[in-house]
């Protein structure tokens, strides 16, 4: 490793609110951080012919100052998307149109600290960005430790936090589903008055079996619900959309109000012709095929190059978790794989408890040459490091 130019993201330090900034600019030939869906495949012809149609019928009037909640047509047609593809009942009106994830979790955290809730669970593993965030809104995150079987109920339970954040649906970054068990417990846990925030980030993206169900369509009153199609068609849409409980709707919508008046029309319009047209189902479907080759190739080269890693949540998603044994210093090694010219992150940055060291290696944009060429330079890094008992290089 003498003489490698040191990559300039602080692996070896805590991350701070701009890790994910800092990690998105490091020059790097081959990006296999989650998150990323393929951008390359986005469906532009699609688009065009949508846009165009939108464009040939809009209104004079729909350029205007439109609702906050989002566009009508929009709103009915996402109505339609969750029945079909979530199996979430819902009245487009109870529709909440927002520019994501992130802005759903937001509005959702300013409400629950203006109603006096201080602290909210979080699963551990679980999403580093979702806890900066949270942190950001001053709520307490409280980690919650997940299983083989997901978030554990009654470690929840026993943390008497009022709500927690959630991925049931493939579970950030473990890639566990929330087994039939954990659920009704969850259940009875939030009819005894627990709120639980559904985050739904990726849950379309399932390959071996059918999606199971959102937890809202079971828990309604109990359940706030967010998705979006960053994961889907591109992040840099902005689009996602989020459902609460009857109490919240108001506040919710003021606060969405104050924020930014509302989504832009044209695209919210575009989206809405995409998916009533068929054409978004087909991009799916194009995507799954796409994805499970990728995913495929990443799981053997893991196995040619990594045999020592265990692999997690392969049946969905657009990341695989690995975890390595415990000599590993997981930050360390995503140094030396970015020295090389890979970036990943490490699995630490998730976790808030003592948890085996490991990867989080996202496949989705990338081609299965790539991908074989990324896992075999982490590879060659780890085997360098412990060829030279050596510590791997800590940062710049």
């Given at each position: 490793m003498t003489g490698t130019?040191?990559?300039?993201?602080?692996?070896?330090?805590?991350?701070?609110?701009?890790?994910?900034?800092t990690l998105r600019a490091a020059p790097a030939r081959i990006d296999l951080t989650p998150g990323v869906p393929d951008l390359?495949?986005?469906?532009?012809?699609?688009?065009?012919?949508?846009e165009r149609t939108v464009l040939g019928r809009l209104?004079?009037?729909?350029?205007?100052?439109?609702?906050?909640?989002?566009?009508?047509?929009?709103?009915?047609?996402?109505?339609?998307?969750?029945a079909r593809n979530r199996g979430i009942r819902v009245d487009p009106a109870e529709v909440i149109v927002t520019t994501g994830v992130s802005q759903a979790l937001g509005l959702l955290a300013q409400v629950l600290r203006d109603e006096g809730v201080s602290r909210i669970g979080v699963e551990d593993p679980g999403s580093l960005g979702v806890r900066q965030l949270l942190d950001s809104q001053r709520l307490t995150t409280v980690p919650i430790p997940v299983d083989a079987a997901g978030l554990q109920v009654n470690e929840l339970v026993a943390s008497g936090v009022p709500a927690v954040t959630l991925t049931p649906a493939h579970q950030f970054p473990t890639?566990?589903?929330?087994?039939?068990?954990?659920?009704?417990?969850?259940?009875?846990?939030?009819?005894?008055?627990?709120?639980?925030i559904e985050n739904d980030y990726d849950a379309e993206h399932r390959y071996d079996r059918p999606p199971v169900p959102a937890l809202r369509a079971s828990l309604p009153d109990r359940v706030c619900y967010a998705g979006s199609v960053s994961k889907l068609l591109a992040p840099a849409l902005r689009i996602?959309?989020?459902?609460?409980?009857?109490?919240?709707?108001?506040?919710?919508?003021a606060a969405k109000r104050d924020a930014d008046l509302g989504n832009a029309v044209l695209p919210q319009l575009v989206l809405a012709e995409l998916i009533t047209s068929g054409a978004l189902e087909?991009?799916?479907?194009?995507?799954?095929?796409?994805?499970?080759?990728?995913?495929?190739?990443?799981?053997?080269?893991?196995?040619?190059?990594?045999?020592e890693a265990t692999v997690h949540g392969a049946a969905a998603g657009l990341h695989l978790t690995v975890t390595l044994a415990d000599d590993v210093i997981d930050t360390e090694l995503a140094t030396a794989a970015l020295a090389r010219g890979v970036k990943v992150q490490p699995l630490s940055w998730h976790?808030?408890?003592?948890?085996?060291?490991?990867?989080?290696?996202g496949y989705a944009?990338?081609?299965?040459?790539?991908?074989?060429?990324?896992?075999?330079?982490?590879?060659a890094g780890l085997r360098a490091a412990r060829r030279g008992a050596v510590r791997l290089p800590s940062g710049p």
């Open positions: 130019p040191r990559p300039a993201v602080p692996f070896s330090s805590a991350p701070g609110p701009d890790i994910f900034d390359a495949a986005f469906p532009r012809a699609a688009w065009l012919r949508a209104a004079a009037s729909d350029l205007g100052y439109g609702d906050p909640c989002g566009t009508p047509t929009l709103r009915r047609a996402v109505a339609g998307w969750l890639g566990v589903v929330l087994d039939g068990e954990r659920r009704r417990r969850f259940a009875d846990w939030a009819r005894a008055g627990g709120l639980v996602g959309w989020l459902l609460v409980p009857h109490r919240y709707r108001d506040a919710v919508v087909r991009h799916l479907r194009l995507l799954r095929r796409r994805h499970v080759r990728r995913r495929n190739a990443m799981i053997a080269a893991l196995a040619r190059h990594l045999p976790c808030r408890r003592p948890y085996p060291p490991g990867l989080v290696l944009a990338s081609s299965v040459s790539t991908i074989e060429e990324g896992i075999a330079l982490v590879a």
